[in-house]
């Protein structure tokens, strides 16, 4: 159990406070403030709170509060205060001093305990957030200097310019194919293309979590998705489709498949992805560069962009697993629209264009 440190002068008070709290935590008692600031000095990280009366003999509640302050304990151990008066001039005092709540005498069991509760509670909460404050804090400066160096980089914007060049190679052939088969069949086999590049912010994480320093070659061996494009098709047959038309092209590569139309996700995700190796003429030189091509019907993009929201908000959103489930309902319900509707299309136009 948790070590709670009682000090108070009156043996009455401190047996009192005992009773009430010894059901849920370790209780050690000191007479004055000499005594306590002994019994810190041997636990100080054992303590989880200090009940502190401030008038005693050897050292008053005053006295072991600056103590504290002076050997940094304060900000690791919450002290409440332990009073018989409200005196709003003292009680301002203590918590300009960092005293963390106060326990009123004659004592209520039901509010000692919960005071005790509460406090402690707060203080290990406020404990971990600024831990996490800073551990984030230094983070985001090692992370700040090395994407601010990546940035300004002479050979960093370069290969920048590259993955936007190959988008716009693999955006111009997806275009061409549209064109074709738009001529052929009186129809086009995708609704829209939407491209973006990968922030520096993004790739550094996405580093990060693979366990990879920062530097250009580990962006270019580690991190497929630098480039890429989401192809948006009416029919899940115009996904396969183009996606045979395009990896078909003798110099583009295909060099990972992930089909999570045939093999959804188990939160309902539907979507066929391809990382491609695509031939990137520059003056100098050709060479290939990885873009990651996602193809969607309107509907699973719909349904992905919603389910996006819900995992960025999920910490603040109420009952976000039942959501979550409603969200799957609608995927398994979007695939068999997705099929009718391309039977439909089929007896409008026939099932061979």
Not at 214 to 242: M, Q, W
Request: proline residues 3%.
């Amino acid at each position: 159990m948790q070590k709670i440190l009682v000090v108070d002068d009156e043996e009455v008070n401190r047996e009192l406070l005992r009773g009430i709290l010894e059901d849920n935590y370790t209780v050690v008692t000191a007479e004055d403030g000499e005594n306590a600031l002994r019994k810190l000095q041997e636990h100080p990280d054992e303590t989880a709170a200090i009940l502190l009366d401030l008038q005693m003999p050897n050292a008053d509640g005053f006295a072991v509060i600056a103590e504290m302050k002076s050997k940094g304990w304060i900000s690791r151990i919450p002290v409440l205060v332990i009073t018989a008066e409200k005196n709003v001039a003292i009680e301002n005092r203590c918590l300009e001093l960092g005293v963390s709540d106060f326990i009123h005498k004659p004592f209520e069991a039901s509010i000692v305990r919960s005071r005790v509760k509460n406090t402690i509670e707060l203080f290990n909460c406020k404990k971990q957030l600024e831990q996490k404050v800073e551990e984030q804090a230094v983070t985001l400066e090692r992370q700040s200097q090395i994407i601010q160096m990546l940035s300004e980089a002479k050979p960093f914007l370069k290969l920048m310019m590259e993955y936007r060049s190959a988008i716009m190679e693999v955006e111009t052939r997806l275009n061409v194919l549209n064109m074709v088969f738009s001529e052929e069949y009186k129809r086009n086999p995708f609704e829209s293309i939407k491209s973006r590049l990968k922030s520096p912010e993004s790739i550094s994480k996405k580093l990060e979590r693979k366990g990879y320093s920062y530097t250009l070659e580990n962006i270019k061996e580690h991190v497929s998705d630098v480039a890429g494009l989401r192809v948006i098709c009416s029919f899940p047959d115009d996904i396969y489709r183009l996606a045979d038309l395009l990896i078909g092209q003798d110099d583009i590569i295909l060099l990972r498949s992930k089909d999570y139309i045939k093999s959804p996700k188990p939160n309902g995700y539907r979507s066929l992805h391809l990382i491609l190796s695509v031939p990137l003429f520059l003056p100098d030189e050709k060479k290939y560069m990885k873009v990651e091509v996602q193809f969607r019907t309107i509907a699973m993009d719909f349904w992905a962009s919603l389910e996006h929201k819900l995992r960025y908000k999920k910490d603040d959103i109420d009952g976000a697993d039942e959501i979550g489930l409603q969200l799957k309902s609608c995927a398994d319900s979007i695939e068999v629209l997705d099929y009718q509707m391309q039977e439909i299309r089929d007896r409008i136009y026939g099932s061979g264009e």
